[in-house]
């Protein structure tokens, strides 16, 4: 597509290019015009079809959009911002500089500047920040065909028109009823008795992670967020429960990688910003590495008399490191799907203690045999062999508790992923190999 744009464009096709753009999808056009020059992104948007150029912005990255809105007159922006959603606005509005906001702020009515002023006002990451305030609301009092002309007046203007939700005098949700059970039923009907009286909710302070999770429990497309009265003030939509769980899954990895998030994608961020991001794990995974080499000088008069040690210190911190990012890696991935409460910590520890058993053997049995066959020295065998069992151990009881601990702590699992274990372990399985050497070799 981005390619088909741009020779439009070069031989000057503007018509067919218009029409061209007015049968595919607003998504994949905002990602071919991601990746055009300014000049051309901006030339193709003005030729859009009026009816899908909002939907179009909202797809586009906050710099192009930012230009867009520098290149607009009022009557434009109003367009654009007229058909948005109260959520989207807030969206853009959140990555816009200070003059660009009260732009877009100047052309909306006094009643959504209002919404949105609310919306800013809630915590970053929560709920209330992602969710709309556009959802198909009904009496108690309403019959099926009160509540089918209510949503033929205003449904136009509301982002999920297929749930709707019903509201008691003092605003509070009684209970949600489905568009297909609206559009079956007579038409006389009182809609509370097609209601189905639901208590899955979000509060507006509830984080964003625990928004996906509950999206994933129950399979809604949408559902109902109340504030500290349990008033009804906004749905979330399946959509915008997606953009979260692919947000906190980039943020994790980036976390286990012992690099510090950012909201930029690779290419945006600058040298000096990837730099810095990355440096302070570095230096405290650095510095804490340090251990090991004073460990090994503590032991230097042990692989002065026996060279042929050090020749394995390399496969035993490796084998350590790699156990550990194996038990973290789950027991992060079981807290995330909440698979794991903090409350199963000895569980845990009891399953890896067992699994570190079988694993340890197999690699002291394997290692043993070939370190035999090849040195012919029992002990040596036997002092690798202990080690590996050891190390083992020692690296799956830490990647399966400190995840947990970090939970507890209301920190991040992630935090406790590969470099942090791995760190860990490597001066463990050093101090260990050592001491079993020195009493089994006698040195």
Same mark, same amino acid.
Not at 414 to 427: F, K
């Given at each position: ?277 990355? %440096? !302070?794990?570095?230096? =405290?995974? *650095? ?7 004073? @460990? $090994? #000088? ?105 995840? %947990? !601990?970090?939970?507890? =702590?209301? *920190? ?7 470099? @942090? $274990? #791995? ?21």
């Amino acid at each position: 597509m981005e390619n088909t744009i741009k020779e439009l464009l070069s031989c000057k096709m503007y018509i067919e290019l218009r029409k061209y753009l007015g049968y595919k999808e607003p998504e994949d056009i905002a990602a071919a015009l991601n990746g055009l020059s300014h000049e051309d992104m901006i030339l193709a948007y003005r030729l859009l079809p009026k009816e899908i150029a909002s939907e179009v912005f909202v797809n586009l990255d906050s710099d192009f959009q930012e230009k867009l809105i520098n290149l607009f007159s009022d009557r434009e922006l109003k367009e654009v911002v007229d058909e948005l959603f109260d959520d989207e606005a807030v969206e853009i509005i959140e990555e816009m500089p200070s003059e660009i906001v009260d732009r877009i702020l100047n052309q909306v009515d006094k009643e959504q500047r209002s919404t949105i002023n609310r919306l800013l006002q809630y915590p970053e990451d929560s709920a209330g920040s992602m969710m709309t305030t556009e959802f198909m609301d009904f009496t108690e009092d309403m019959t099926v065909q009160d509540a089918l002309n209510h949503i033929r007046k205003v449904g136009e203007d509301r982002e999920d028109i297929y749930k709707g939700y019903i509201i008691s005098k003092d605003k509070k949700l009684c209970g949600i009823v489905d568009a297909k059970d609206l559009v079956l039923a007579n038409k006389k009907t009182p809609i509370v008795d097609l209601m189905t009286e639901s208590t899955i909710h979000i509060h507006t302070l509830d984080d964003q992670e625990e928004v996906g999770k509950l999206f994933g429990k129950y399979n809604e497309t949408s559902l109902p967020v109340v504030d500290k009265d349990e008033h009804l003030v906004g749905i979330i939509t399946l959509d915008d429960a997606i953009d979260v769980i692919k947000e906190e899954v980039e943020e994790d990895f980036e976390i286990m990688a012992a690099v510090t998030p950012n909201d930029e994608t690779y290419m945006k961020t600058s040298v000096s910003q990837h730099a810095k991001n990355r %440096i !302070v794990w570095l230096l =405290l995974l *650095m510095i804490s590495s340090a251990i090991s080499g004073a @460990i $090994i #000088t503590r032991y230097e008069t042990a692989f002065a008399a026996i060279p042929i040690l050090v020749a394995f210190i390399p496969m035993i911190m490796d084998t350590g490191g790699n156990c550990g990012s194996q038990a973290a890696t789950l027991i992060i991935r079981g807290l995330a799907l909440d698979e794991i409460k903090t409350k199963d910590l000895l569980k845990v520890l009891w399953k890896e203690l067992r699994v570190s058993l079988g694993v340890g053997l197999i690699l002291a049995i394997c290692n043993g045999i070939r370190i035999y066959l090849q040195y012919h020295d029992f002990k040596l065998s036997i002092v690798v062999g202990i080690t590996l069992i050891l190390t083992a151990m020692m690296a799956k009881l830490l990647g399966g508790i400190l995840p %947990i !601990v970090a939970k507890k =702590l209301k *920190m991040d699992p992630a935090i406790m992923a590969s470099p @942090i $274990i #791995t760190t860990i372990v490597d001066s463990a399985s050093v101090w260990a190999f050592f001491s079993v050497a020195v009493a089994i070799m006698n040195i």
